[in-house]
């Protein structure tokens, strides 16, 4: 069956530009995850969505960070006026639920670049 | 709160050689164990979870772990390994009770020569 898949794979964008990232979990899943994953580092949490709401946006660096989940499938993390700092690959994740005992199915990432 | 340590960034061997993967966690709760294994350019993927009873857990490619309470461990082993096996290999800890958000290790690269 389908997996995540997450769009675009490669974004290059001019500091200061808006981007928007896009994923889609797995048909089913009520749980979705954002993470950032820069090089060297671990997965950094963003947010968390059970169905369309967002208990849990205590990861979002900063307010030029939003997401929205809609139809409790499609996620889109937004990120405004980007920074060369917020290059990395954003990995997005979904979980039949969000019991801690779930795995967590990711996607391929999408690839950040700000120049 | 809970933290996890992968105590080598890299760890290089032979094919056909064991390995061991390190993970340390600190929590004041009992917890929940993943490893999870990324392949060049792809997301990860589970490679086994530790929940609760035996502490030997097995997972897909012939990976286990053992969960060691007293030290606080998750260490990932594996008696041969294959040159397929190059990749980044991730530990993450979720609190039981808490807000079911694993937290990650940095991760250890496995390079498998021949």
């Known amino acids: 069956g389908a997996g995540v898949s997450q769009s675009p794979s490669n974004k290059v964008t001019e500091k200061g530009k808006d981007v928007e990232l896009r994923c889609d979990p797995i048909?089913?899943?009520?749980?979705l995850y954002w993470y950032r994953q820069s090089l060297g580092q671990g997965l950094e949490f963003l947010i968390y969505f059970q169905g369309n709401s967002a208990p849990d946006k205590s990861g979002l660096p900063s307010d030029r960070f939003s997401a929205e989940r809609t139809g409790g499938s499609v996620s889109t993390l937004t990120i405004q006026r980007t920074q060369q700092e917020d290059s990395a690959v954003y990995l997005c994740?979904?979980?039949?639920?969000?019991?801690?005992?779930?795995?967590?199915?990711f996607g391929p990432g999408t690839r950040l670049t700000v120049l | 709160a809970q933290s996890v340590t992968q105590l080598d960034s890299q760890v290089p061997v032979f094919e056909e050689a064991p390995v061991e993967l390190r993970c340390n966690y600190s929590s004041s709760v009992s917890v929940y164990l993943f490893w999870y294994v990324q392949y060049p350019n792809q997301g990860l993927q589970l490679l086994l979870k530790y929940l609760s009873g035996s502490t030997l857990v097995k997972g897909i490619n012939g990976f286990e772990a053992e969960f060691n309470k007293s030290q606080t461990s998750f260490h990932l082993r594996k008696p041969s390994v294959h040159i397929s096996d190059t990749a980044e290999y991730f530990c993450?800890?979720?609190?039981?009770?808490?807000?079911?958000?694993?937290?990650f290790g940095r991760g250890t690269s496995l390079i498998v020569h021949p």
């Open positions: 048909s089913g899943h009520t749980a």
């Open positions: 994740a979904s979980s039949p639920a969000s019991g801690g005992y779930n795995e967590q199915f």
């Open positions: 993450a800890v979720i609190e039981r009770g808490g807000s079911y958000i694993p937290t």
